[in-house]
């Protein structure tokens, strides 16, 4: 599948082809149609959340590998679902 990945802090997102994932239990996978960018994305992009009074809270530090896909908040259409998956249209 394609998508647009940090993969440095502060750079610009480039365009990497991952494996479709399986959706398993009762997760689905959607065709993403738009994804909104939030505030906590930049915070990812960035590499860190700026704590106040000069600190910082290095997301590298606490383990976050990259590449990194952003984006929690998409719309999209249910191309395949986990055998646990219900309810869907």
Known sequence: MKCY???DFRAPLQEM?????VPQGAQVL????????CHSD????EGGYD????????LKERGVSLPLTMGH???GAVVSAGPDA???R
């Not at 082809?17 to 994932?21: A, E, K, N, R």
């Not at 959607?30 to 960018?37: D, E, F, N, P, T």
Request: glycine letters at 12%.
């Open 5 to 7: 990945c940090v993969v």
């Open 17 to 21: 082809d991952q494996p479709t994932p």
């Open 30 to 37: 959607l065709k993403v149609r738009a994804a909104g960018v």
């Open 42 to 45: 930049i915070h990812l992009w």
């Open 51 to 58: 704590l106040g009074q000069g600190r910082t809270l290095s």
């Open 73 to 75: 908040e998409t719309v």
């Open 86 to 88: 219900a309810g869907l």
